[in-house]
């Protein structure tokens, strides 16, 4: 029985809880369907297990801004927290050692240029590449999921080794499987049957494959770590993994939460967080681009007036872009990257919308129930760039565009992503136009469910556009 209290939900079936009220291998609807039966706080047993499932944006935004601590732990007894060890950053619970690590990163993420020059010309850099594998396909269709996915990766691979990888590297193919096998396996009925049946999790079943993949990936990183410990000088540090070597000399055994093992498991959350994300954003907003030509046009006809002249976009150059910045803004809310956000966890005894929900209890904030909820948006169900758009044609940002979340767990990479999506859209959209072949039939613009949505594989055709 759900304590007093405690929000409402479907009735409970014993052990199992409402698992069988869900369909696992993706539940957006299902939780959709419980919002209108329950309202816009309800709750479900995963098991034995409580979560709480917010929707809506008065209510996130009463949970994880108004409230931020008391809504910012992570829950610690899950598949994810078994994979992560409860390491690195993203599935810590909240206290000094997630604190100080976060801190960390955005300080290092800051100094290695993030909103300076030396960020863009690594994006810019990246994108040279992307560039010449579109140039092979001119006049060709082609399937940029390969090309997206290891751009995405080669700049947090800067970031964290100072290194980026041919696109058919295979060190770089075997990283990026692991990472898309993880994710689907991770938001997929296995891992909700690991978290529902602790009996489970010791039996061979296919949830083992994504321990195997994340022991695959520690042993990469550990191999990255001790050639920088061989090369490295210390004050000069090169990467990511540099600065936190010379973190860890600094701080010495003062007790501290900085160690090694925490730098495998960090560098592998950044990898992580920084590829799929960004890649999956990239792959939806172009199935959109090459389905709407006029919105492609459109932002060509911007693009080229802001840019003439210039050899290169800047970030700095999206002030004077409202429509191509309304576009990629749309596109995040239509790609709905991250549908579930991370999974927070309550760090003590609180309320919300009237409702009791004591510490420990998981909260999954559903953030698809924002970025196109009615009442928040002009055309909250239809692919618009309006929905950005003021009267004049002046840019402008909704409340409800949180597609990194908000408060103190807000996306760590926001800043990084937003630039990426920014220099690669507008760059590649300047040089090539984009086509749906006329041979793909319809295009299916229904994603598939994990961890991060990602669209069903496409085909587009390139053209190269006539110099401007
Ligand atoms: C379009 C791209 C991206 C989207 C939509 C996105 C979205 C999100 C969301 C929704 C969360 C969960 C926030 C919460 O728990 O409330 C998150 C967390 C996180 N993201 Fe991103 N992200 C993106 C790109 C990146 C990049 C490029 C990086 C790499 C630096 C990154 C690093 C992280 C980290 C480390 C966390 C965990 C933060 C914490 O727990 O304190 N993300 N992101």
Redesign the pocket.
């Known amino acids: 029985r759900r304590p007093k209290n405690f929000p409402p939900g479907p009735p409970i079936l014993p052990l199992l809880g409402n698992i069988l009220q869900l369909r696992l291998e993706n539940p957006l609807k299902d939780f959709e369907r419980l919002r209108k039966s329950y309202g816009d706080v309800y709750s479900i047993y995963i098991g034995l297990k409580p979560a709480v499932i917010i929707n809506g944006m008065k209510a996130i935004k009463e949970a994880?801004v108004t409230k931020a601590t008391d809504f910012a732990g992570?829950p610690q007894d899950l598949f994810v927290s078994d994979i992560t060890k409860r390491k690195g950053?993203?599935m810590?619970d909240y206290g000094s050692s997630?604190k100080e690590h976060?801190r960390f990163?955005l300080t290092t993420?800051r100094n290695f240029g993030l909103g300076q020059n030396s960020m863009e010309d690594r994006i810019h850099e990246e994108i040279k590449h992307i560039i010449s594998t579109l140039e092979e396909s001119v006049g060709k269709t082609m399937s940029p999921r390969v090309m997206f996915h290891n751009a995405?990766s080669n700049i947090?691979c800067q970031?964290l080794f100072a290194t980026r990888y041919e696109y058919d590297h295979a060190l770089i193919q075997f990283i990026v499987r692991c990472f898309t096998e993880n994710t689907r396996i991770t938001n997929g009925p296995w891992a909700m049957l690991y978290d529902s049946l602790p009996l489970i999790r010791y039996l061979p079943l296919p949830f083992r494959k994504v321990f195997k993949n994340a022991e695959s990936l520690e042993k990469i990183v550990a191999d990255f770590v001790r050639e920088h410990k061989k090369t490295r000088v210390p004050g000069e540090a090169r990467d990511f993994i540099d600065c936190y070597l010379d973190e860890l000399e600094k701080r010495g055994n003062d007790g501290s939460s900085f160690s090694e093992t925490q730098l495998l498991r960090y560098t592998l959350?950044?990898y992580f967080?920084?590829t799929d994300?960004?890649s999956n954003?990239l792959l939806t907003g172009f199935l959109y681009l090459v389905n709407y030509p006029h919105v492609q046009e459109q932002c060509q006809e911007e693009i080229d007036r802001v840019l003439e002249g210039k050899d290169q976009a800047s970030f700095e150059d999206r002030h004077k872009m409202p429509y191509t910045q309304a576009v990629i803004h749309e596109i995040?809310r239509v790609s709905n990257?991250?549908p579930l956000?991370?999974f927070?966890c309550t760090t003590k005894d609180t309320e919300l919308m009237g409702y009791s929900i004591p510490k420990g209890t998981m909260i999954i904030?559903n953030?698809t129930s924002v970025l196109n909820e009615e009442g928040q948006w002009k055309f909250p169900h239809e692919f618009n760039p309006e929905n950005f758009l003021d009267d004049k044609g002046e840019f402008v940002k909704p409340e409800a565009f949180m597609?990194?979340?908000?408060?103190?767990?807000?996306?760590?990479?926001?800043g990084?992503?937003r630039m990426?999506?920014f220099l690669i859209m507008v760059t590649l959209l300047r040089k090539f136009k984009f086509i749906w072949p006329e041979d793909a039939g319809e295009p299916d613009f229904t994603p598939v469910y994990g961890v991060t949505l990602t669209p069903k594989p496409y085909r587009m055709k390139v053209q190269l556009r006539t110099p401007q």
């Open positions: 994880i992570r950053v993203i810590a997630w976060r990163a993420l995405a947090i970031v959350d950044l967080a920084g994300t960004t954003t995040q990257t991250v956000s991370v927070h904030e953030l597609p990194f979340s908000a408060g103190p767990r807000v996306c760590l990479g926001e990084l992503a990426e999506l």
